[in-house]
């Protein structure tokens, strides 16, 4: 599937997308905080593979604000396309041997974090921490 978006002011949020694939929604990509720097900023093209979910699936568009009046978002020419993607997935690891990241060039990396007992707090989509 393919989009343009455009996210400028200081009240921006998150612009995220969901699938909903046997029975739950899933998050594959979501962008936080202002992306433009004018309203007459070039939108920007995002690609996402839906090939991890074959068959029937819904696709929705989440947009969570903080508050406030200083922002505007929107989304055009939604597109989807049948096309094969070559996805590349590299997983990154702490000490204990828990995965810390996983690098995914079509759907977006995943970030984890772990409380002090080892469990996993959050799962955060886009650039990994280091």
């Known amino acids: 599937m393919s989009f343009y978006y455009h996210m400028y002011g200081s009240d921006i949020g998150t612009l995220a997308v969901e699938v909903y694939y046997q029975g739950k929604w899933s ?12 309203t007459t900023s070039a939108w920007t093209q995002q690609t996402l ?8 699936k819904s696709i929705r568009f ?6 406030g009046y200083k922002g505007d978002l929107a989304v055009d020419e939604v597109a989807f ?25 079509i759907n977006g990396d ?7 007992a080892g469990n996993r707090k959050q799962v955060a989509v886009g650039d990994c921490n280091e």
Do not use: M
């Open 81 to 105: 396309f049948d096309r094969s993607a070559t996805t590349f997935l590299r997983y990154r690891y702490d000490d204990l041997g828990r995965v810390i990241c996983v690098e995914d060039n």
């Open 49 to 56: 593979s839906l090939a991890f979910y074959p068959g029937a």
């Open 62 to 67: 989440a947009a969570i604000a903080p508050g």
């Open 27 to 38: 998050r594959i990509w979501q962008s936080d905080k202002q992306k433009h720097t004018s």
């Open 110 to 116: 995943r970030d984890f974090d772990y409380d002090d």
